[in-house]
Nanobody, 132 residues
Framework: QVQLVESGGGSVQAGGSLRLSCRGY????????MGWFRQAPGKEREGVAS???????RYADSVKGRFTISRDNAKNILYLEMNNLQPEDTAMYYC??????????????????????????WGLGTLVAISS
Protein backbone atom coordinates (compact mmCIF):
# COMPACT_ATOMS: atom_id res chain seq x y z
CA GLN A 1 0.00 0.00 0.00
CA VAL A 2 1.39 3.35 -1.04
CA GLN A 3 1.61 6.03 1.62
CA LEU A 4 3.12 9.50 1.75
CA VAL A 5 3.82 11.01 5.14
CA GLU A 6 4.76 14.68 5.50
CA SER A 7 6.53 16.26 8.45
CA GLY A 8 8.44 19.41 9.34
CA GLY A 9 5.68 21.99 9.41
CA GLY A 10 5.44 24.55 12.17
CA SER A 11 5.09 28.18 13.13
CA VAL A 12 7.86 30.67 12.39
CA GLN A 13 8.20 34.40 11.99
CA ALA A 14 8.51 36.09 8.64
CA GLY A 15 11.99 35.68 7.24
CA GLY A 16 12.44 32.31 8.89
CA SER A 17 13.02 28.89 7.38
CA LEU A 18 11.52 25.43 7.52
CA ARG A 19 12.32 22.12 5.86
CA LEU A 20 9.46 19.83 5.00
CA SER A 21 9.96 16.10 4.50
CA CYS A 22 7.80 13.57 2.71
CA ARG A 23 8.61 9.91 3.24
CA GLY A 24 7.24 7.36 0.82
CA TYR A 25 6.11 3.91 1.86
CA UNK A 26 5.21 1.04 -0.43
CA UNK A 27 6.83 2.49 -3.54
CA UNK A 28 10.02 4.17 -4.69
CA UNK A 29 10.08 7.97 -4.70
CA UNK A 30 12.71 7.75 -7.44
CA UNK A 31 10.19 6.17 -9.83
CA UNK A 32 7.62 8.96 -9.67
CA UNK A 33 7.29 12.61 -10.43
CA MET A 34 6.95 14.25 -7.02
CA GLY A 35 5.39 17.56 -6.15
CA TRP A 36 4.69 19.86 -3.26
CA PHE A 37 1.33 21.59 -3.13
CA ARG A 38 -0.24 23.98 -0.67
CA GLN A 39 -3.71 25.09 0.27
CA ALA A 40 -4.31 28.27 2.21
CA PRO A 41 -7.59 28.85 4.08
CA GLY A 42 -10.34 29.75 1.65
CA LYS A 43 -8.17 29.10 -1.40
CA GLU A 44 -7.73 26.27 -3.85
CA ARG A 45 -4.85 23.85 -3.70
CA GLU A 46 -1.96 24.94 -5.89
CA GLY A 47 1.37 23.56 -6.95
CA VAL A 48 4.52 24.91 -5.33
CA ALA A 49 7.35 22.79 -6.74
CA SER A 50 7.86 19.67 -8.82
CA UNK A 51 10.69 17.18 -9.17
CA UNK A 52 10.84 14.90 -12.18
CA UNK A 53 12.48 11.48 -12.23
CA UNK A 54 15.40 12.92 -14.22
CA UNK A 55 16.05 15.44 -11.46
CA UNK A 56 14.48 18.44 -13.18
CA UNK A 57 12.97 20.83 -10.65
CA ARG A 58 10.39 23.52 -11.35
CA TYR A 59 8.81 26.14 -9.13
CA ALA A 60 5.85 28.44 -8.91
CA ASP A 61 6.94 32.05 -9.54
CA SER A 62 5.90 33.02 -6.02
CA VAL A 63 8.51 30.75 -4.43
CA LYS A 64 11.38 30.86 -6.93
CA GLY A 65 14.63 31.71 -5.23
CA ARG A 66 13.20 30.91 -1.79
CA PHE A 67 12.11 27.25 -1.95
CA THR A 68 14.17 24.25 -3.04
CA ILE A 69 12.77 20.80 -3.78
CA SER A 70 15.08 17.81 -3.51
CA ARG A 71 15.06 14.05 -3.14
CA ASP A 72 17.04 11.51 -1.16
CA ASN A 73 16.26 8.40 -3.15
CA ALA A 74 18.26 6.17 -0.81
CA LYS A 75 15.99 7.20 2.07
CA ASN A 76 12.88 7.47 -0.11
CA ILE A 77 12.29 11.03 1.04
CA LEU A 78 11.27 14.21 -0.77
CA TYR A 79 12.21 17.55 0.79
CA LEU A 80 11.10 21.15 0.48
CA GLU A 81 13.55 23.66 1.89
CA MET A 82 11.74 26.95 2.48
CA ASN A 83 13.65 30.16 3.21
CA ASN A 84 12.60 33.76 3.74
CA LEU A 85 9.10 32.62 4.56
CA GLN A 86 6.34 35.20 4.36
CA PRO A 87 2.83 35.34 5.83
CA GLU A 88 1.38 34.55 2.39
CA ASP A 89 3.17 31.19 2.55
CA THR A 90 0.87 30.13 5.38
CA ALA A 91 -0.96 27.00 4.26
CA MET A 92 -1.31 23.27 4.62
CA TYR A 93 1.48 21.74 2.56
CA TYR A 94 1.02 18.38 0.81
CA CYS A 95 3.35 16.14 -1.10
CA UNK A 96 2.01 14.11 -3.98
CA UNK A 97 3.20 11.59 -6.53
CA UNK A 98 2.40 11.35 -10.22
CA UNK A 99 3.25 8.17 -12.07
CA UNK A 100 5.81 8.36 -14.85
CA UNK A 101 6.06 11.97 -15.97
CA UNK A 102 5.39 15.37 -14.43
CA UNK A 103 2.28 16.58 -16.17
CA UNK A 104 -0.24 17.64 -13.56
CA UNK A 105 2.54 18.67 -11.19
CA UNK A 106 3.84 21.16 -13.77
CA UNK A 107 0.44 22.36 -14.97
CA UNK A 108 -0.54 23.24 -11.40
CA UNK A 109 2.57 25.24 -10.50
CA UNK A 110 1.29 28.51 -9.11
CA UNK A 111 -2.21 27.72 -10.31
CA UNK A 112 -5.29 25.97 -8.88
CA UNK A 113 -5.03 22.21 -9.19
CA UNK A 114 -8.69 21.85 -10.12
CA UNK A 115 -9.06 21.00 -13.78
CA UNK A 116 -5.36 20.52 -14.36
CA UNK A 117 -5.16 16.78 -13.86
CA UNK A 118 -4.84 14.22 -11.12
CA UNK A 119 -1.98 13.26 -8.87
CA UNK A 120 -1.90 9.56 -8.08
CA UNK A 121 -1.03 9.66 -4.39
CA TRP A 122 -1.29 12.28 -1.66
CA GLY A 123 -0.05 12.73 1.86
CA LEU A 124 -2.24 14.12 4.61
CA GLY A 125 -0.36 17.39 4.83
CA THR A 126 1.67 19.41 7.30
CA LEU A 127 0.74 22.89 8.48
CA VAL A 128 3.00 25.89 7.94
CA ALA A 129 2.09 29.12 9.72
CA ILE A 130 4.09 32.31 9.23
CA SER A 131 3.58 35.33 11.47
CA SER A 132 4.52 38.87 10.52
Amino acid sequence: QVQLVESGGGSVQAGGSLRLSCRGYGYFVSSYCMGWFRQAPGKEREGVASSDTDGTSRYADSVKGRFTISRDNAKNILYLEMNNLQPEDTAMYYCAAESQFCLTAIEALGAPLTGRGVMDYWGLGTLVAISS
